[in-house]
T-cell receptor, first 113, second 112 residues
Framework: AQSVTQLGSHVSVSEGALVLLRCNYS??????LFWYVQYPNQGLQLLLK??????LVKGINGFEAEFKKSETSFHLTKPSAHMSDAAEYFC???????????FGAGTRLTVKP | DGGITQSPKYLFRKEGQNVTLSCEQN?????MYWYRQDPGQGLRLIYY???????QKGDIAEGYSVSREKKESFPLTVTSAQKNPTAFYLC???????????FGQGTRLTVV
C-alpha cells in the first residue's frame, strides 16, 4: 500500500523567503504524486501532480516539486513566499487505482510580513 | 460552472441521530469519494465509488453508509454508530484511476 509522510506539521517563513515543504512517499509500484492546498474551511485545490513524465513539475501560483526516486521524495518549493500562500498543504500518493490515494497529515504554512 | 457541491456547509445534530451529507457533481466523473478530516490527521478515506450502484469501504467506514444511485450524487449518512462524528467531511470526484481528485467545499458536522 502507498503512504506519504510530511515532515513538519508547521512551517513558518518570512514574506519573500524560500518555501520548502517536505514529502516522502512509500509505494511498491511507480507512484503518482500530488500536492494540494487547502484554505480555512474550504476543500482542497490541486497545486501540481507527477505522473511519471518530467521529474520537475511546475504547478499553479509559482510552486514546483521535484520527484526524486532515489530519495523517495517529492518536496514542494516556491522561490519567494507571498502572504497569500498561507494555507495548509497536503501531499498525496496514488498507485494503480485512485481508490488507493493516500494523504499526508498536512503542513500548515505561515508567512510572516 | 462545473464542480462539486456539498451541502450544507455547517451541520449540527444531537447525539444519537443519523444525518445525511449531500454531495453532487456535474463533472461527469465516474469516481466519487468521501474523506474525513481531523486536525493533524490529514484526510482519511471513508467510502469510495468507481461506478454507479457500486461502492467500497475505505479505511474508516464503520458508522457510515453511502449510496450511489446516480452518477452525479454520492450522499453520506453518518449513523448513531459512529463514535466520534464531529469532523470536517470532504467529498471528491475524479475521472477515473490515476487522475487527480476534485474536491467540494466541505461540510463541518458538529454533534452535541
Amino acid at each position: 500500500a502507498q503512504s506519504v509522510t510530511q515532515l513538519g506539521s508547521h512551517v513558518s517563513v518570512s514574506e519573500g523567503a524560500l518555501v520548502l515543504l517536505r514529502c516522502n512517499y512509500s509505494s511498491s509500484v511507480p507512484p503518482y504524486l500530488f500536492w494540494y492546498v487547502q484554505y480555512p474551511n474550504q476543500g482542497l485545490q490541486l497545486l501540481l501532480k507527477y505522473t511519471s513524465a518530467a521529474t520537475l513539475v511546475k504547478g499553479i501560483n509559482g510552486f514546483e516539486a521535484e520527484f526524486k526516486k532515489s530519495e523517495t521524495s517529492f518536496h514542494l518549493t516556491k522561490p519567494s513566499a507571498h502572504m497569500s500562500d498561507a494555507a495548509e498543504y497536503f501531499c498525496a500518493v496514488s498507485g494503480r487505482n485512485n481508490n488507493d490515494m493516500r494523504f499526508g497529515a498536512g503542513t500548515r504554512l505561515t508567512v510572516k510580513p | 460552472d462545473g464542480g462539486i457541491t456539498q451541502s450544507p456547509k455547517y451541520l449540527f445534530r444531537k447525539e444519537g441521530q443519523n444525518v445525511t451529507l449531500s454531495c453532487e457533481q456535474n463533472l461527469n466523473h465516474d469516481a466519487m469519494y468521501w474523506y474525513r478530516q481531523d486536525p493533524g490527521q490529514g484526510l482519511r478515506l471513508i467510502y469510495y465509488s468507481q461506478i454507479v450502484n457500486d461502492f467500497q469501504k475505505g479505511d474508516i467506514a464503520e458508522g457510515y453508509s453511502v449510496s450511489r444511485e446516480k452518477k452525479e450524487s454520492f450522499p453520506l449518512t453518518v449513523t448513531s454508530a459512529q463514535k466520534n462524528p464531529t469532523a470536517f467531511y470532504l467529498c471528491a470526484s475524479s475521472i477515473g484511476y490515476l487522475t487527480e481528485a476534485f474536491f467540494g467545499q466541505g461540510t463541518r458536522l458538529t454533534v452535541v
